[in-house]
């Protein structure tokens, strides 16, 4: 059986639209998803082994029983390296500003988030977080694109896995009618982020250059 693909799935990054593209290719019995307790995309097999019974021992015997091909969801890394030592874990990742603003329409469209989007980049909870998701070696990864190369990024994916997933475009937020962050919001952002921007201009220059 071929190793298990874990997608360590940063939010607003392109990873739904990754996941729709395995989806399709692999079929819904081969993935596997673990979005929280609260998300209904959180599947019955992780929330009773995950959750209820925190066997991740067991958890992994019932993953390799299944033969799962494909396991994303909003997830650090550690969760999950040393319950699937042989996986192949992957991730994309985005320019912070725009990640940010992205997930700020989105917090205000779905999650009732009422503040501006100055309120919500400065807030501590949403800082870093890629840096957070991925930790502080990337080379733990065994692939990871960039959401502005997306196209490049998926076709890379797909000659190191030996794979033929198609680009899809999921979970895109309207920008309605907005016009994008400022250039004292870009300013902070690059303050307040940077980790992100180091780990973003660090990632985006091995893929250019890889």
């Not at 995950?50 to 650090?76: L, N, P, W």
Request: charge should be positive; hydrophobic fraction near 35%; glycine fraction near 8%.
């Amino acid at each position: 059986m071929k190793p298990l693909i874990v997608l360590v799935h940063i939010p607003k990054t392109g990873g739904t639209s990754l996941r729709v593209a395995a989806e399709q290719y692999f079929g819904k019995r081969r993935m596997l998803y673990d979005y929280g307790t609260k998300a209904r995309l959180t599947s019955e097999l992780v929330r009773e082994w995950v959750y209820e019974k925190q066997d991740m021992e067991g958890f992994a015997a019932m993953v390799r029983r299944e033969k799962i091909r494909f396991f994303s969801g909003h997830f650090h890394l550690e969760k999950y390296s040393e319950v699937f030592p042989d996986a192949h874990f992957v991730s994309w990742i985005r320019k912070p500003s725009c990640r940010l603003w992205s997930a700020w329409r989105h917090f205000a469209m779905h999650h009732g988030f009422e503040g501006s989007f100055e309120d919500f980049y400065r807030s501590p909870r949403f800082q870093n977080q890629q840096e957070r998701f991925i930790g502080r070696n990337p080379d733990e990864f065994a692939f990871i694109g960039i959401t502005e190369r997306f196209g490049p990024s998926l076709n890379r994916f797909n000659r190191m896995f030996g794979l033929k997933l198609k680009q899809h475009r999921s979970n895109k937020t309207p920008g309605g009618g907005l016009s994008g962050p400022t250039a004292d919001d870009l300013s902070a952002i690059s303050r307040l982020n940077s980790a992100d921007e180091a780990l973003y201009a660090e990632l985006d220059e091995r893929f250019v250059n890889g």
